[in-house]
């Protein structure tokens, strides 16, 4: 199981692009865990998931919040502009999934 942390400013705008993460993952199969939090709850929750994306509103943050993931070996990046506006969750999906496989 994939397990995948999406990040923003509130939690709230990536809360649609999880459900169409989710859908994506369905139509191929793919058994995954898709959480969206805002970045206030990012220490708490990064050491249980084994990717996180954010939003590209808050991409500013992709140092920091990189390197508070890495104690935990968790890698951090940014969604892709487009894909987020258009909320492409298969995209999205593929981004993580490729993330966590070239980290093992």
Avoid: H, W
Wanted: glycine content about 6%.
């Amino acid at each position: 199981m994939y397990q995948i942390m999406l990040c923003c400013s509130a939690g709230m705008s990536t809360s649609l692009l999880v459900t169409k993460m989710r859908t994506a993952a369905e139509e191929q199969e793919i058994d995954v865990q898709i959480d969206a939090y805002s970045v206030s709850e990012f220490e708490q929750q990064v050491g249980q998931y084994q990717v996180v994306l954010i939003g590209p509103q808050v991409k500013y943050l992709k140092d920091d919040l990189t390197q508070r993931a890495q104690p935990f070996g968790v890698p951090v990046d940014v969604i892709g502009m487009s894909d987020y506006g258009m909320q492409n969750g298969k995209n999205v999906l593929a981004q993580a999934i490729e993330l966590i496989q070239n980290k093992a």
